[in-house]
């Protein structure tokens, strides 16, 4: 295992457990060609891997006899549950035993873990979460999603600095079109946080392509490849997408089987039906990295299904092995001048 990508895996997260989890990482680690280490209760991970073939797949079990609670604070979690699956698996990437960990578990406690374990990139003051959202045309980068509800203007900029990396080396973007989120496209629009994170993103350096602002409505249309908000606003959007997106199929499938007509509509529409529901299935991309840490963090639904958990560990050995975390670092290096002056700003 010395030679691959190793991720470590929170076996005992989301709201499945190890029955979705382990599968879902034993089909990425064969896909990708990577190594797995995962981690959770010993016999309960065994129990799970006898269900599948393993052949060809690189892993080891590691044990943890505890695990976080969805009810319970981060800070607590932080505190008393040393032997947490997240917490063990945090330890492995800061100890230099994995290169990233992937969980669908409590993420509270995954940003605490991700922070006060794993560590911060320098000049990094708070790492955002970032969901990829489907559009019109290629998927974008959002972000935050809930990490930081409350956020100064120079986090808004940093946020949009490491969403730059991410974009570039995910999504295949050459210059990702970076846009602030606000209550209008014009200069000057929206809040006091938004106005000051503005002028920030005007003096960027390192060719980051700031479009200006977008409205609620632009994320969807394809025209900008990021959009930077506060995670209050970044979660409060992703939410409403997803009521959206499965309202509208609910209510899709009412209407088209209403009557003799237009059942058969849908069965001659069936292929289009099927890439209408792939295109707003989140398990096409598993998880939300969490972009800031000094190792690779993607954090899952907590309704994960095994799909969502094999995409997520993918994403997550292709931010590795793409050195993502590098870039970043670049980008936030050469901009340290304008984050101090954004936390001059009174």
């Not at 990233?100 to 979460?129: E, K, N, Q, W, Y």
């Not at 900008?224 to 997803?242: P, T, W």
Request: glycine fraction near 10%.
């Amino acid at each position: 295992m010395s030679n691959a990508t190793i991720i470590a895996v929170d076996a005992m997260g989301g709201d499945f457990g190890p029955s979705v989890v382990v599968p879902g990482a034993i089909e990425a680690a064969r896909d990708k060609g990577i190594a797995l280490l995962l981690v959770g209760d010993q016999a309960k991970v065994q129990a799970e891997l006898a269900k599948i073939p393993l052949d060809g797949v690189a892993y080891d079990i590691v044990h943890a006899s505890e695990v976080a609670g969805m009810d319970e604070k981060p800070s607590d979690i932080l505190r008393r549950r040393k032997d947490a699956s997240i917490q063990v698996a945090c330890r492995l990437v800061r100890d230099g035993q994995a290169h990233g960990i992937v969980s669908a578990g409590h993420s509270g406690a995954t940003v605490a873990c991700g922070m006060f374990i794993m560590g911060r990139i320098p000049g990094v003051d708070r790492p955002a979460l970032a969901s990829i959202m489907p559009t019109e045309k290629n998927p974008i980068v959002l972000l935050d999603v809930g990490a930081n509800v409350d956020c100064k203007p120079h986090h808004l900029f940093q946020f949009g600095l490491m969403a730059d990396a991410f974009a570039r080396d995910l999504l295949g973007c050459d210059s990702p079109r970076i846009g602030l989120l606000s209550i209008g496209e014009e200069e000057g629009k929206g809040n006091t946080q938004v106005k000051e994170a503005y002028e920030l993103f005007k003096l960027a350096q390192n060719g980051i392509n700031f479009v200006g602002n977008v409205e609620g409505r632009d994320i969807f249309s394809g025209e900008v490849d990021v959009v930077v908000c506060d995670g209050f606003v970044g979660n409060v959007a992703l939410k409403l997408s997803e009521g959206l997106s499965s309202s509208l199929g609910r209510v899709l499938k009412r209407e088209l089987l209403s009557g003799f007509l237009p059942k058969i509509g849908t069965l001659l529409a069936k292929s289009a039906f099927r890439r209408f529901a792939q295109f707003v299935d989140y398990a096409e991309y598993g998880g939300a990295p969490l972009l800031g840490l000094q190792g690779i963090a993607f954090v899952c639904h907590g309704k994960s299904n095994a799909k969502a958990v094999r995409s997520a560990v993918k994403l997550a050995a292709t931010f590795v092995e793409k050195k993502t975390n590098e870039r970043l670092i670049k980008a936030i290096s050469a901009n340290e001048e304008l984050t101090r002056y954004g936390k001059a700003i009174k």
